[in-house]
């Protein structure tokens, strides 16, 4: 297992790192198998979409705050980010890859991205690699 | 890996590639393990849900189209098709099967769907073995 | 694959099934590797949020029947809990944790939830072991 270390510098930011993945894999020197991603935070998430076109990502988060506001009458949790909570577990804890011949099997437009949705923080990211 | 392709008709559509998935698995020899399936489109996602009753997935669609409709005036994302990326994330581009003797270990109910969130396209679904 | 069956004893109800899957994994002797944790239902999922707090999962609850309501007229699926099937699909049927020196590599907060959205019922948790 590696961990990144990302230094997330908004409240809610989506941030690409799919580069930072395929430089460990690149160093594990595995070319088939399976590349798991996991965010080991409660407030924070994974997920894979569109890297080419930043507004994507933008629209994620806007939609994402539209569906879960920051402050709602009935949340209970006291620490006050009940919505970074709901958000992670909507868009998950971790993201899965295919390798082959070295390389992850990503789709032309997808990259990986780190989900902060309580920052800004510095965030873990864990990378095991499955060999076959 | 093994790649499927799908034709999808609507332009929301969910679509059971569970036979498909199983004749990939019986043709693979793996009697025992993890089967990975992962969409490389950032439009599509891949879920598990109930198989039997097709108002499941219609329903499943009508929630979807109603939480992240398909025009807001606070999109930025130029390509128009900003709520099919943000179902994308909310579904998840890959699941995970259990495989034991040969067969998913999937429950009585369920199948696995490839989501298409902005169709008619032809898409991608990667399968991956891991036997243990 | 071990399995677990959990009694849930609510409508709706995040179960902290954490203890039981480090458990399995004690008794399994694997030490590096990953654990698949899998619901084989279609009215409930898997999560990973906060443990620590009860509060967290009260509101994630709340948040969901607020996103998805128990009846809508356009629901068209007759048995009526057209809701559970639509928050399974978002939360999604399956975590995965990466396993070092025997333990989970979850982060200080993180515990693994089994999300009943239509009980109370007798639910299984699936538990695959992929030892690297």
């Not at 088939?32 to 994507?56: M, Q, R």
């Amino acid at each position: 297992m590696e961990t990144i270390n990302v230094h997330t510098r908004e409240h809610a930011q989506l941030i690409d790192i799919t580069r930072e993945i395929q430089e460990l894999l690149s160093k594990s020197n595995m070319t088939t198998g399976i590349l798991n991603v996991f965010v080991p935070h409660t407030t924070a998430g994974i997920t894979i979409n569109e890297s080419a076109d930043p507004s994507v990502a933008y629209d994620i988060l806007a939609v994402l705050d539209r569906l879960v506001p920051w402050r709602e009458p009935y949340y209970q949790h006291r620490e006050g980010n009940t919505a970074s909570h709901v958000k992670a577990s909507l868009v998950g804890s971790s993201v899965r890859v295919i390798v082959e011949d070295g390389g992850m099997k990503l789709g032309t437009w997808q990259g990986i991205f780190l989900c902060e949705f309580d920052g800004p923080r510095t965030r873990k990211v864990h990378v095991a690699f499955q060999s076959n």
